[in-house]
């Protein structure tokens, strides 16, 4: 009877053991695997997510051995030394105190956790002490509830969500430094695939900097949770090619457009309350608790990566913000169906 109980355990942990397996190859997959636009920190496509990753896979190979070890002589010994029959008469040997033993579990741990903590501080190190050369980006990015407020002081650009920078060759190193800021609660910037998380906290300046190789757009999300829309506040890092970059820095400088076409539109966005949110560069816009608008167009997504931008989802945006994107600070303005045609026909033009 007691034999065939022990089977049926057995297959049953068996059974488990599997499962989880198959689960977690499942899990495991998609994050090592899947290559388009993905977060994951173990494909980093940029210093210092690079070195981060090393990091993070000698640390999973230690603890991955001591768990091995650990669990390994924890299975064994439940095993080896399982109930029998005829064991109640006897109790196994008592044994107290073993100095060889206690020195051994004492100094092995000790020892691990020195050379944890002396890698992980050389990569802390190296990653806080670059300094940036002549010919660096500098951005500040302030983070907002839900959304990105995206500024290059030395450039003179103003823009939202998408954090357009240029990829650094051999030939021509241009990393990015970033100023983090919030203009309200604690938020977190965090793109994968190029750096490591670093918080953005009011009342206080964080930095940062990466420095990618591969064009290509690079996702990210706000990792502290700052309220209902939390999970809609993306990060898009467009990586370009240094003269494309170079093009795209070009056009945000321009003046926004004055198109005789959209001026009935221009009329009623400047009727309405919407200058005092947002700003359109050279005009009596001058909000800055939205974002910037003077080149809307050119940005790939609305409402921090909440839906593309295309005329049916900035129609829909502008009618009622809280469709898209329930608790956004921006109010539905009631507007009539003619004022949200005309307004989007403006904005339309600002390329
Ligand atoms: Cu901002 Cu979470």
Redesign the pocket.
């Known amino acids: 009877m007691r034999l065939r109980y022990h089977k049926i355990l057995r297959a049953f942990l068996l059974f488990v053991f599997a499962l989880t397996c198959l689960g977690l190859a499942g899990h495991i997959e998609p994050v090592l695997g899947n290559t388009d636009g993905v977060t994951s920190i173990f494909r980093p496509l940029s210093q210092p997510a690079q070195e981060i990753k090393e990091t993070s896979l000698l640390v999973l190979a230690i603890c991955g051995a001591i768990f091995v070890v650990v669990g390994g002589l924890l299975v064994y010994t439940i095993i080896r030394f399982r109930h029998r029959a005829g064991d109640e008469a006897s109790e196994p040997p008592q044994i107290y105190g073993s100095n060889q033993i206690e020195t051994a579990w004492t100094v092995l741990p000790i020892l691990i956790v020195f050379v944890l903590i002396l890698v992980t501080s050389r990569t802390i190190a190296d990653i806080q002490n670059r300094k940036a050369a002549p010919g660096a980006i500098h951005a500040t990015v302030v ?1 907002h ?2 959304w990105w407020e995206i500024r290059y002081p030395e450039l003179g650009i103003v823009t939202a969500n998408e954090l357009h920078v240029p990829a650094s060759d051999h030939s021509r190193q241009q990393p990015t430094f970033l100023k983090l800021q919030s203009a309200d609660v604690a ?2 910037f965090w793109v994968p695939q190029l750096a490591g998380k670093t918080d953005v906290i009011p009342g206080r300046e964080n930095s940062m900097w990466f420095e990618p190789t591969q064009p290509g757009t690079y996702l990210g999300n ?6 209902m829309q ?1 999970a809609r ?1 993306l990060i898009r890092v467009v990586v370009q090619p240094p003269a494309e970059f170079e093009r795209w820095v070009a056009e945000q400088k321009r003046a926004a457009a004055e198109e005789s076409s959209a001026q009935a539109g221009r009329q009623v966005f400047f009727a309405n309350n919407c200058i005092n949110c947002h700003s359109i560069r050279g005009t009596s816009a001058q909000g800055a608790f939205g974002p910037d608008l003077t080149h809307l167009m050119s940005r790939q997504t609305l409402a921090s990566g909440a839906t593309p931008n295309t005329p049916e989802t900035l129609r829909a945006w502008v009618r009622d913000p809280q469709k898209l994107k329930v608790g956004c600070l921006m109010p539905n303005m009631q507007m009539a169906d003619t004022e949200v045609d005309q307004i989007v026909s403006y904005l339309q033009t600002l390329k």
């Open positions: 983070g509830q839900w938020h977190s706000c990792a502290e949770y700052c309220g939390h506040m």
